[in-house]
């Protein structure tokens, strides 16, 4: 094919996403103004259907220490279940007040990240299956190859976890607690601590997708 010896290419070299993850996508907080429309961890307007949320947490390396340079990204459907797609063939109509995808930066102190959104309804699974309410997330942070891809599941849905095809595609129950979010109430806010444990003892499950 025009001369082409394909057994002569080589793979290109796997890049890690760092030293400066934010710079290239999330310029705004190192202070640097490129784009006209930042993204940002707000998924939600004034007349988002649903039950107002804040998800939070920090990413810890194999030694505890929490990272402090590192993007994570979440994905979700609406309080009814739709994900705001055109892949997502449901009867039903998405929520257009509602995003659905947010990106945002730990703090470069503390390693927090948030997200204002909303509580996401079941959505169907695979072989007439319904898939208990989560929250898709992937991180970047240095030293990283690829994304790692994780759920979000929320411990006051106890009877839809019990169901989901996913969680229970997990074989020992001490590793689904690691996408399990605790929930309290601060302020006036719901909040749901989901912390990140990239290795060690307590390792987040990461699904190879």
């Known amino acids: 094919m ?3 010896n394909f057994q002569e290419l ?4 796997s890049q890690t996403g760092g ?5 290239g996508l999330l310029p705004k907080q ?4 490129v784009f006209e429309h930042n993204l940002d961890n707000n998924l939600v307007q004034e007349n988002t259907q649903g039950q107002r949320i804040r998800l939070e947490g920090q990413v810890f390396d194999g030694l505890g220490l929490p990272l402090r340079d590192v993007l994570v990204e979440i994905w979700q459907a609406d309080a009814n279940g739709v994900y705001p797609s055109q892949a997502d063939s449901q009867a039903k109509e998405a929520d257009s007040a509602f995003l659905g995808w947010g990106r945002t930066g730990a703090d470069f102190n503390t390693g927090f990240w948030s997200f204002n959104t909303i509580k996401p309804g079941a959505v169907p699974g695979r072989k ?4 208990a309410p989560h929250i898709a997330l992937i991180i970047f942070a240095r030293g990283i190859n690829i994304g790692l891809n994780t759920r979000v599941y929320f411990d006051d849905e106890a009877e839809a976890n019990a169901k989901d095809p996913v969680l229970n595609s997990i074989e020992w129950a001490t ?5 399990v979010a605790k929930r309290e109430e601060r302020d006036g ?3 749901y601590r989901f912390d990140i444990r ?3 003892e307590d390792e987040t499950v990461f699904f190879d997708i």
Request: overall charge neutral; proline content about 6%.
């Open 10 to 13: 080589k793979e290109t070299p």
């Open 19 to 23: 030293p400066y993850v934010h710079i």
């Open 175 to 179: 590793r689904r607690q690691t996408l």
């Open 2 to 4: 025009n001369g082409w």
């Open 128 to 131: 007439v299956s319904t898939q």
């Open 189 to 191: 806010e719901i909040v």
């Open 198 to 200: 990239i290795q060690g």
């Open 30 to 33: 190192a202070n640097i103004e």
